[in-house]
C-alpha cells in the first residue's frame, strides 16, 4: 500500500494569512494526488486534482503542486469559510489511501 | 444535478450486521464507480471498496475482505454495502462516492452526506 503523510497535523492562521499544507507519499504517485476540505459533519469536498487542478467552483485562491512523493496545496488570503481540515489523497493504485489530515484553525 | 442520498443513521449491537444504502440521481448510475469510505471519530477518511455500477464487480481493502459486500441495483440506481460481525471499532461515519477518472487514474467528486453506525451493547 502507499501511504500519504501530511505535515503539520495542525496549523493556526489569521484571516487574510497564506499557509501550506504538506503531503508525501511512500512511494512515487506520478501527479495522482487529490486534495479535500472537510467541515464538521460534513462529507469530504474536492478542492484540487491531478496534483495542481482547481476542482469547478473552486476559489482561486486554492492552489496544488508537485509531483512524485512531494505535494503541497497553498491557501492564499485566508478567509473564515476556509478554516476546515484538509486531506490528500492518492489515486496511484488501490487502496486509494487518504493522509491523516491537517486542522486549519483561526489564530 | 448529481446527487447521492445515503439511508439514515443506524445503532447495532456486537456481532450484527449493517447494510446502508446510497442512491444515486442526476447522472448516468452504470457510467460511473461508486466508492465507500469510512471515518472513525476524529481519524481520517478509510477506503473499503468500491463497485462498477455496469457490472457488479467489486474490489475491497484487504483488512474488509470477507466482512464487507457492496453491490448495485441498477433499476433504482441504488448502491448498496453490507458490512458484518461489527464490534465497536466499526463505529463510524460512513460515506458513498463517485468516482470522476481521468487519465486513468480518479478521484471523488460527488459524495453522498454519510450514515453514522454506532456499535453498542
Known amino acids: 500500500d502507499i501511504q500519504m503523510t501530511q505535515s503539520p497535523s495542525s496549523l493556526s492562521a489569521s484571516v487574510g494569512d497564506r499557509v501550506t499544507i504538506t503531503c508525501r507519499a511512500s512511494?512515487?504517485?506520478?501527479?495522482?494526488l487529490n486534495w479535500y476540505q472537510q467541515k464538521p459533519g460534513k462529507a469530504p469536498n474536492l478542492l484540487i486534482y491531478?496534483?495542481?487542478s482547481l476542482q469547478i467552483g473552486v476559489p482561486s485562491r486554492f492552489s496544488g503542486s508537485g509531483f512524485g512523493t512531494d505535494f503541497t496545496l497553498t491557501i492564499s488570503n485566508l478567509q473564515p469559510e476556509d478554516f476546515a481540515t484538509y486531506y490528500c489523497?492518492?489515486?496511484?493504485?488501490?487502496?486509494?489511501?487518504f493522509g491523516q489530515g491537517t486542522r486549519l484553525e483561526i489564530k | 444535478q448529481v446527487q447521492l442520498v445515503q439511508s439514515g443513521a443506524e445503532v447495532k449491537k456486537p456481532g450484527a450486521s449493517v447494510k446502508i444504502s446510497c442512491k444515486a440521481s442526476g447522472y448516468t448510475f452504470t457510467y460511473h464507480y461508486v466508492h465507500w469510505v469510512r471515518q472513525a471519530p476524529g481519524q481520517g477518511p478509510l477506503w473499503m471498496g468500491l463497485?462498477?455500477?455496469?457490472?457488479?464487480?467489486?474490489t475491497y481493502a484487504e483488512e474488509f475482505r470477507g466482512r464487507v459486500t457492496v453491490t448495485r441495483d441498477t433499476s433504482t440506481s441504488t448502491v448498496y454495502m453490507e458490512v458484518d460481525s461489527l464490534t465497536s471499532e466499526d463505529t463510524a461515519v460512513y460515506y458513498c462516492a463517485r468516482e470522476r477518472p481521468y487519465g486513468g487514474k480518479y478521484f471523488f467528486d460527488h459524495w453522498g452526506q454519510g450514515t453514522l453506525v454506532t456499535v453498542s451493547s
Open positions: 512511494q512515487t504517485i506520478s501527479s495522482y
Open positions: 463497485i462498477i455500477p455496469e457490472d457488479g464487480r467489486t
Open positions: 491531478a496534483a495542481s
Open positions: 489523497q492518492q489515486s496511484y493504485n488501490n487502496p486509494p489511501h
